[in-house]
């Protein structure tokens, strides 16, 4: 088949853009109305959130694409809505995401104003250099403020004439997207040039395999095409290609600045790389989309079933979830504790859970979930330097000469009346302030400098529960710095018990010990011999709780007699319980271990 080309650019009439917002502030409900105003097939509410767990929660965790048809001022125009990831855990999907627009809609809760991650959006958006058009939702709920938060954008942002919406209804929203077409720019790229191509997002087909989607910057693509990975060096033939509209609407070709599906017969998704360049192999190689990086894991867990029969179904359940998302790492992992389970690397906290609620949910599977922890560096006296992702996988203590911890920036939005109580609390969490922003009268920002470990576990439920719900949380990763860290084991009767193995800062290590201690010492059930609890850092024992024995008595079927038949008797049931507490060992089953997760 003969494809000419046209003598005019598509890219005049197509507005790649993308609705930024903090959680919860109505981005996937505003693009529900965009997608009825363009006639778009709609037949739920929160179409792009594909998951129930993204449709319950209000967020979105994948990135998704449609292709709208708009008319405008009696001339046809191409939309793809970019529908990006809504939480910290997935930035690094928003900022590739971001590099397929042109245009952003920054939209606000009229409710609730500028939060937290309002302001990381922003500033991701501007960084891109997309052109950012501000909008205010829910401006018909009976507590709305839409003055108050247009005088927050034009203070903070120096954005003004925000457009006033309500997502719900529909109020306003056709006037935005009308603004799309006016001031968002066409597609960057050169026709006549070789092809080449952005992979933004992918997902998992069972009949297809992996689903790409490809902004085309340069050139144009068609079926049978071969395609080349510019980072695997993977070669493949284009099986099917077109646009998203909800449903795969097949094409024979894609143009310069559209964005579309391609089917390339990729049959996991590791293979297809974010933020990857592809060209055709015929025309050669071709400069690389910059920016291009592989994400990081930088929470790692234990997934043990809590039913050791469940062994084999988990593992085929977590291989059907790797599939879809090709973030998740997973090793096998051994525990004398849970038995046989796995050691998993997740981009963050809400990931973690994601994955739990997933499995649990769609497998009926019941997990245990060890406490998060974060991935160390450990110095050598060699020189060398390692990644620790397993604590139990340290090398010997005298080989370290020291280790470094990940340190994040967080931005917590919250009411000025707190602000005494949440500097004192994050310094106790070993944060830095860097930064105090005034946004108004009753609300303000705070910005610091603090490990990543002491995020991830209860501090978001507890500077919630400081402001009585109206803290707000956004945080990214940054460097790694020394830190005097050490190894925190416990032991039963002087066995280790490696699912409690942690890196803990030195100066906490005597209050997590005791804690330790103290918690198992109550949810351990008692035993016919003593049982020593101890918490041990470096190697030193720090902390220890005993469980005393059952005391059965001997001597109830003794009626009178004299005294020396009870002594026998007795010192037989020492020397038994001193000979079973050389033998016996205690074991923490799955309920334990649970109940002391969850305290």
Same mark, same amino acid.
């Given at each position: 088949m003969l494809f000419l080309r046209r003598s005019f650019s598509y890219r005049d009439y197509i507005r790649n853009f993308c609705i930024i917002a903090h959680i919860d502030h109505?981005?996937?409900?505003?693009?529900?109305?965009?997608?009825?105003?363009?006639?778009?097939?709609?037949n739920k509410s929160q179409v792009l959130d594909k998951l129930a767990v993204e449709r319950e929660r209000g967020i979105t965790v994948r990135a998704q694409s449609v292709t709208?048809?708009?008319?405008?001022?009696?001339?046809?125009?191409?939309?793809?809505?970019?529908?990006?990831?809504?939480?910290?855990?997935?930035?690094?999907?928003?900022?590739?995401?971001?590099?397929?627009?042109?245009?952003?809609?920054?939209?606000?809760?009229?409710?609730?104003?500028?939060?937290?991650?309002?302001?990381?959006?922003?500033?991701?958006?501007?960084?891109?250099?997309?052109?950012?058009?501000?909008?205010?939702?829910?401006?018909?709920?009976?507590?709305?403020?839409?003055?108050?938060?247009?005088?927050?954008?034009?203070?903070?942002?120096?954005?003004?004439?925000?457009?006033?919406?309500?997502?719900?209804?529909?109020?306003?929203?056709?006037?935005?997207?009308?603004?799309?077409?006016?001031?968002?720019?066409?597609?960057?790229?050169?026709?006549?040039?070789?092809?080449?191509?952005?992979?933004?997002?992918?997902?998992?087909?069972?009949?297809?395999?992996?689903?790409?989607?490809?902004?085309?910057?340069?050139?144009?693509?068609?079926?049978?095409?071969?395609?080349?990975?510019?980072?695997?060096?993977?070669?493949?033939?284009?099986?099917?290609?077109?646009?998203?509209?909800?449903?795969?609407?097949?094409?024979?070709?894609?143009?310069?600045?559209?964005?579309?599906?391609?089917?390339?017969?990729?049959?996991?998704?590791?293979?297809?790389?974010?933020?990857?360049?592809?060209?055709?192999?015929?025309?050669?190689?071709?400069?690389?989309?910059?920016?291009?990086?592989?994400?990081?894991?930088?929470?790692?867990?234990?997934?043990?079933?809590?039913?050791?029969?469940?062994?084999?179904?988990?593992?085929?359940?977590?291989?059907?979830?790797?599939?879809?998302?090709?973030?998740?790492?997973?090793?096998?992992?051994?525990?004398?504790?849970?038995?046989?389970?796995?050691?998993?690397?997740?981009?963050?906290?809400?990931?973690?859970?994601?994955?739990?609620?997933?499995?649990?949910?769609?497998?009926?599977?019941?997990?245990?979930?060890?406490?998060?922890?974060?991935?160390?560096?450990?110095?050598?006296?060699?020189?060398?330097?390692?990644?620790?992702?397993?604590?139990?996988?340290?090398?010997?203590?005298?080989?370290?000469?020291?280790?470094?911890?990940?340190?994040?920036?967080?931005?917590?939005?919250?009411?000025?009346?707190?602000?005494?109580?949440?500097?004192?609390?994050?310094?106790?969490?070993?944060?830095?302030?860097?930064?105090?922003?005034?946004?108004?009268?009753?609300?303000?920002?705070?910005?610091?400098?603090?490990?990543?470990?002491?995020?991830?576990?209860?501090?978001?439920?507890?500077?919630?529960?400081?402001?009585?719900?109206?803290?707000?949380?956004? /945080?990214?990763?940054?460097?790694?710095?020394?830190?005097?860290?050490?190894?925190?084991?416990?032991?039963?009767?002087?066995?280790?018990?490696?699912?409690?193995?942690?890196?803990?800062?030195?100066?906490?290590?005597?209050?997590?010990?005791?804690?330790?201690?103290?918690?198992?010492?109550?949810?351990?059930?008692?035993?016919?011999?003593?049982?020593?609890?101890?918490?041990?850092?470096?190697?030193?024992?720090?902390?220890?709780?005993?469980?005393?024995?059952?005391?059965?008595?001997?001597?109830?079927?003794? /009626?009178?007699?004299?005294?020396?038949?009870?002594?026998?008797?007795?010192?037989?049931?020492?020397?038994?319980?001193?000979?079973?507490?050389?033998?016996?060992?205690?074991?923490?089953?799955?309920?334990?271990?649970?109940?002391?997760?969850?305290?």
């Amino acid at each position: 088949m003969l494809f000419l080309r046209r003598s005019f650019s598509y890219r005049d009439y197509i507005r790649n853009f993308c609705i930024i917002a903090h959680i919860d502030h109505g981005k996937s409900t505003l693009a529900d109305r965009f997608l009825e105003l363009t006639g778009t097939k709609l037949n739920k509410s929160q179409v792009l959130d594909k998951l129930a767990v993204e449709r319950e929660r209000g967020i979105t965790v994948r990135a998704q694409s449609v292709t709208m048809d708009y008319a405008y001022n009696n001339q046809k125009y191409l939309l793809n809505l970019i529908d990006t990831p809504g939480h910290v855990d997935f930035s690094y999907e928003v900022s590739r995401s971001l590099k397929a627009c042109q245009g952003a809609i920054l939209l606000v809760d009229a409710t609730s104003g500028i939060q937290a991650q309002t302001y990381s959006t922003y500033f991701q958006a501007k960084e891109a250099g997309l052109h950012i058009i501000p909008a205010i939702n829910k401006i018909d709920h009976p507590t709305a403020m839409p003055e108050h938060v247009a005088d927050q954008l034009k203070s903070q942002f120096g954005l003004e004439n925000p457009y006033f919406v309500s997502a719900a209804t529909g109020k306003g929203v056709q006037l935005l997207l009308n603004r799309v077409i006016d001031v968002v720019p066409r597609p960057l790229g050169v026709d006549d040039k070789p092809f080449r191509g952005f992979l933004f997002d992918s997902w998992f087909d069972k009949h297809k395999g992996v689903v790409c989607l490809l902004e085309i910057v340069d050139g144009f693509i068609k079926k049978g095409d071969i395609l080349k990975s510019f980072h695997t060096k993977k070669e493949y033939e284009i099986e099917e290609l077109g646009f998203y509209r909800l449903e795969l609407e097949y094409r024979n070709s894609l143009e310069g600045g559209q964005v579309g599906f391609v089917v390339l017969g990729m049959k996991e998704t590791s293979e297809a790389l974010i933020g990857d360049t592809f060209y055709r192999v015929k025309e050669g190689p071709v400069e690389e989309f910059p920016g291009f990086k592989q994400s990081k894991c930088m929470v790692y867990a234990g997934v043990f079933p809590e039913d050791s029969e469940e062994y084999d179904e988990l593992s085929l359940a977590i291989k059907k979830y790797q599939l879809e998302d090709r973030s998740l790492i997973v090793q096998k992992d051994q525990s004398t504790a849970l038995g046989n389970g796995y050691r998993c690397g997740f981009l963050g906290l809400l990931h973690m859970d994601i994955f739990q609620e997933r499995i649990e949910r769609e497998h009926d599977i019941n997990m245990i979930v060890t406490s998060p922890s974060v991935p160390y560096k450990a110095v050598l006296k060699t020189g060398e330097e390692i990644t620790v992702e397993n604590p139990n996988e340290l090398p010997e203590k005298f080989k370290i000469k020291a280790y470094l911890e990940p340190m994040a920036r967080v931005t917590i939005f919250l009411p000025s009346e707190n602000i005494g109580d949440m500097i004192k609390y994050c310094m106790k969490k070993r944060g830095l302030q860097e930064e105090m922003i005034i946004l108004d009268e009753k609300s303000t920002i705070v910005k610091f400098l603090m490990p990543l470990s002491e995020i991830i576990t209860d501090f978001y439920s507890t500077i919630k529960s400081m402001t009585k719900g109206m803290a707000t949380l956004d /945080y990214e990763h940054t460097e790694y710095i020394e830190s005097p860290l050490g190894i925190m084991t416990l032991l039963l009767n002087g066995e280790k018990v490696d699912a409690l193995t942690s890196m803990v800062p030195r100066e906490q290590a005597y209050d997590r010990g005791r804690v330790l201690t103290e918690k198992l010492k109550d949810l351990l059930p008692g035993q016919l011999f003593e049982v020593a609890i101890q918490a041990a850092f470096n190697g030193k024992v720090i902390a220890r709780e005993t469980i005393k024995a059952y005391r059965k008595d001997v001597t109830a079927k003794l /009626y009178g007699g004299d005294q020396t038949r009870r002594d026998k008797l007795l010192d037989k049931q020492k020397k038994g319980k001193k000979r079973m507490k050389m033998i016996g060992n205690v074991r923490v089953d799955s309920g334990t271990f649970r109940k002391l997760l969850k305290s």
